[in-house]
Structure formats: structure tokens, C-alpha cells
């Protein structure tokens, strides 16, 4: 199985280390735009080999797309994270310039391929791959439920005083600071209701916590977090490549479903090799029903920017 990443920077290359120490696939190949990057970060992923005990083989490349070929998947993480203060919707005049043409270059090699797109603003770069490349909906998938996940289970976990690994909780919509849906009403520890155990306000502060909770990281390490970013795609990465159908929160296109059209919104979705294969409805309350159709204003109106900036 082969498994190429786009941009050799934090997120890309974490992404590669979790592919290799998990043993998802056999090749991964990093690609970056800088001389010599994704080779000096293969180089060094491949000198823990004999540590980490693993057989993958981590590739670098400076911008040879002929070396992605054949990918049964394909990662875009190609592009500028955010800096300290920024959101991630500031960075998409850059971003999707380079996400338009890595799309581009990758489908020359890989038409089979299904994309996970990483670059921010997600969601509109996830509905922009889409279009650009007329890849059959379920093949372009954006990360960023996954993630978001993640840290509303670890808010969860600390507020709590459990193990994060106990706890199943799920964040739709957007993949944005103020568009971000933590589903604390379906949040469970061993399938209880964390409503439980926390009081209304912790729930609030957790919910609040988990939607900047990559603002609070960029704050604090001058840049946009990595190992939670990279650890999310492997674990999307191995649900593809190893069909295990699990349902996690991802952004894909939406067409009627959840009462939206024409767009890219992260709702649960089955994974399996065929990308993503369903999408499963939470049924969600009114409250609910109002902050996605929320969150899905904003992103259409960020998609509605980039047509308008004819990238
Ligand atoms: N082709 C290939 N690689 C590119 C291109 C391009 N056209 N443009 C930029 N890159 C590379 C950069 O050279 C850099 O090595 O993408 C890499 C990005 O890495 P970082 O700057 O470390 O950024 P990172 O933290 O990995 O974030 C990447 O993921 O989470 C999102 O918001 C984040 O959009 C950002 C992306």
C-alpha cells in the first residue's frame, strides 16, 4: 500500500512518522516544494527504522510528482499554517494556490487515488480539490472532525479525571474556531452521558475549550500544532487502506443530506476502501440543526470568497 504526503512541514511529516510506527503501509513518499526538505525529513524518519522496529519506507522528493505514482492515497498538507492570532480562514488566498496545483499534479499520477485534504481552511480547500479534480465525491475527504475530536475527548477526559481513550465524543461542521460543533448531548464515557458527571457550565467550558483548542496550541508554540494533526490522518489513513468501516467525523460533500447542499461539512461518515462510503445521520435536535445550518453559512460564504478570488 502506498501512501504519498504532500508537504514535508509538521503536519505532513508526523503524519508520515504515525503512518510508519503504526505499520499502515509499506511506502510512504514525503513531497515538498523546498529543495531537499522532504529528503532530509525521510532521511531522518528512516534512521528510526531499527529503533521503531518498522518496515515502511519513507521516501523524500523535491516536487518529482513522477514518484507519487500509483498512491492508493494521497495527503495534502502542502501549504502555510497559521501564525499566533490568525485564523485558519486568513491563509486561503495562499493555500489554495498550492492546493489547486498539487491537486493537479497528483491526478496525473494517481487518477485512482482517494485525497485527504489537511491544508486550511479545510473545508473549502476540501471543496475546491473536489471541484479542481471531478474526483467521484467519495474519494476527496477533509481532516479536521477527526482532530477536533480528539481534543473534545482529551477536554473531556481532563475535565473528568478519565482516560480519553474511555470517552466517545464527536465535533461536526466546519473545521473553524467559531464553526466547529462539539455534539456534547452524544458525548459518552463507557456509553454514559458525560452529563452525568459534568455540570452544564464544565460541559459550556469544555465545548468553548475544544473549538480553539488550535488557537490555544498556535498561541503557545508560534505555529499550528502537529503531532494531534498527523496522528488524525494516520488514523483515516489505516480506516481506508484497511477497510475497517468506522465512523468518524469527516468533511465531505454534502448533497441533501443534513439539510445542506453543494458544499463540503464535516458530519460522520463511514470509512472503508472505497474512501468515504455513507454518511450516518445523528438526528440531531433543533439546537443542533440551527448551529450546523450556522456553521455551514460561513462555510459557503468562505467558499463564496475563493470563487470570487477565480484562483
Ligand atoms: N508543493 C509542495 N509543498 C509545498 C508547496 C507546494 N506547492 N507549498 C508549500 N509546501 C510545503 C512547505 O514547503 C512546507 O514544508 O508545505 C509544507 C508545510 O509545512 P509547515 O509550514 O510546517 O506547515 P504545517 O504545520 O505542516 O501545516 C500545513 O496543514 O494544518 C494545516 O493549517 C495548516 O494549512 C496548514 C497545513
Not at 503557545?220 to 488524525?232: K, Q
Amino acid at each position: 500500500m502506498k501512501v504519498t504526503v504532500i508537504g514535508a512541514g509538521n503536519v505532513g511529516a508526523s503524519c508520515a512518522e504515525y503512518i510508519a510506527l503504526n505499520r499502515i503501509a509499506s511506502e510512504v513518499v514525503l513531497l515538498d516544494i523546498k529543495e531537499n526538505f522532504a529528503e532530509g525529513k525521510a532521511m531522518d524518519l528512516m534512521q528510526t527504522a531499527t529503533l521503531n522496529k518498522f518496515n515502511t519506507r519513507i521516501v523524500g522528493v523535491t516536487n518529482d510528482y513522477s514518484k507519487t505514482a500509483q498512491s492508493d492515497v494521497v495527503v495534502v498538507t502542502s501549504g502555510v499554517p497559521r501564525k499566533p492570532g490568525m485564523t485558519r480562514e486568513e491563509l486561503i488566498g495562499i493555500n489554495a494556490g498550492i492546493v489547486k496545483g498539487v491537486c493537479d499534479n497528483v491526478l496525473k499520477h494517481s487518477p485512482n487515488t482517494i485525497l485527504i485534504i489537511v491544508s486550511n481552511p479545510m473545508d473549502t480547500m476540501t471543496y475546491l480539490a473536489l471541484k479542481e479534480t471531478k474526483l467521484p465525491k467519495n474519494r476527496v475527504i477533509g481532516m479536521g472532525g477527526i482532530l477536533d475530536s480528539s481534543r473534545f475527548k482529551y477536554y473531556l477526559s481532563v475535565a473528568m479525571g478519565v482516560p480519553a481513550s474511555d470517552i466517545h465524543a464527536t465535533v461536526i461542521g466546519g473545521h473553524g474556531d467559531t464553526t466547529m460543533i462539539p455534539l456534547t448531548r452524544l458525548a459518552t464515557w463507557n456509553g454514559v452521558p458525560v452529563s452525568k458527571f459534568l455540570d452544564d457550565a464544565t460541559l459550556k467550558k469544555v465545548a468553548a475549550d475544544t473549538m480553539v483548542g488550535g488557537a490555544t496550541l498556535t498561541a503557545m508554540l508560534g505555529t499550528s500544532a502537529w503531532y494531534a494533526p498527523g496522528a488524525s490522518v494516520a488514523v483515516l489513513v489505516d480506516a481506508i487502506l484497511n477497510d475497517q468501516k468506522k465512523i468518524y467525523p469527516c468533511c465531505v460533500y454534502l448533497d441533501g443530506e443534513y439539510g445542506q447542499k453543494d458544499i463540503c461539512l464535516g458530519v460522520p461518515v463511514i470509512i472503508g476502501k472505497n474512501g468515504w462510503e455513507k454518511i450516518v445521520d445523528y438526528e440531531l435536535n433543533d439546537e443542533e440543526k440551527a448551529l450546523f445550518y450556522k456553521s455551514a453559512e460561513a462555510v459557503r460564504n468562505m467558499n463564496k470568497v475563493l470563487s470570487e478570488m477565480k484562483v
